[in-house]
């Protein structure tokens, strides 16, 4: 025989949000989060390139001199 005593099951609190009705803004609000996403990702890929291509540049000038 075990003396474990049988683990009863615990209680499962609700933690999902409550269900919020979509208002008539969402559409116009959901395409300005849009806009501000695709001009960020502009901005960012602007900024990868001119860093890929100040590090191409200063690769070429490092292998320039120790060449």
Do not use: K, Q
Request: avoid cysteine; glycine fraction near 2%.
């Amino acid at each position: 025989m075990s003396s474990i005593p049988a683990l009863a099951p615990l209680p499962v609190a609700n933690t999902s949000a409550p269900l919020v009705p979509l208002d008539a803004d969402f559409d116009a609000r959901w395409d300005a989060w849009v806009m501000r996403g695709h001009a960020h990702e502009r901005l960012v890929r602007r900024r990868l390139v001119v860093l890929a291509g100040v590090l191409a540049m200063a690769m070429a000038l490092v292998y320039a001199y120790m060449r």
